[in-house]
């Protein structure tokens, strides 16, 4: 169980378009997700917390009218990068979480497979 | 300071060995620790849970947390050339604005050869 889908796992994109990445909880619903990037020999940098039916938060310095997030259904949250520039090439990652009210282990994600952007 | 740190390595063990991985922390709020194993152009796989402090064992692999020193370990028992791969360490606090907002460490490359 607990399975996260991300596509595309990889996309070359012009720089100037713009690129939607989905992420979908295939056999639990999950009512927030989480957008994360992750450059080359880095760690996981949160970017959005992304919650059904209500706006995403950023995380500080994250540019909302850049990375749009919709968060539609239970069961998926897109991530759109607008008007991407080489800078934006990264590893992004989504993540979801299973709602366990009172439970420690709500607080365990998992996480999809990654999606590779390269802006050229 | 960073709120996690992670010794990146590169860390390089024969087959067989034990391996210890550890993180220290700053910040007192967090409650629950994860280790991810995260390979070459995936995403992480969550390995081991803990809330608060203590010892758990899963198999080859057992998380300490010993939140008064705010340092957190995990250990690979027999360590294959399938364990090599980049270990995360994550952590949350227990609610509030940080609710279920993960914080990793830089993570550690891990190599075991045969």
């Known amino acids: 169980g607990a399975v996260v889908s991300q596509h595309p796992s990889w996309v070359i994109c012009k720089s100037g378009t713009s690129v939607k990445i989905e992420c979908r909880s295939l056999d639990f619903q999950a009512t927030t997700m989480f957008w994360y990037r992750q450059f080359p020999k880095q760690s996981l940098m949160l970017m959005a917390t992304s919650n059904e039916g209500s706006k995403a938060t950023y995380e500080q310095g994250v540019e909302k009218d850049k990375f749009l997030i919709n968060h539609a259904s239970l069961t998926l949250s897109t991530l759109t990068v607008t008007s991407a520039h080489p800078e934006d090439s990264s590893f992004y990652i989504c993540?979801?979480?299973?709602?366990?009210?009172?439970?420690?282990?709500?607080?365990?994600?998992?996480f999809g497979p990654g999606t590779r952007l390269t802006v050229t | 300071q960073k709120e996690v740190e992670q010794d990146p390595g590169p860390l390089s063990v024969p087959e067989g060995a034990i391996v210890s991985l550890n993180c220290t922390y700053s910040n007192s709020a967090f409650q629950y620790f994860m280790w991810y194993r995260q390979y070459s152009r995936k995403g992480p796989e969550l390995l081991m849970y803990t809330y608060s402090s203590g010892n758990k064992e899963d198999g080859r692999f057992t998380a300490q947390v010993d939140k008064s020193s705010k340092y957190i370990s995990l250990f690979i028992r027999d360590s294959q050339p399938s364990d090599s791969a980049t270990y995360l360490c994550a952590m949350s606090a227990s609610g509030g604005t940080s609710y279920g907002k993960l914080t990793f460490g830089q993570g550690t490359i891990l190599t075991v050869h045969p």
């Open positions: 993540s979801a979480r299973e709602p366990r009210t009172g439970a420690a282990s709500s607080y365990e994600q998992y």
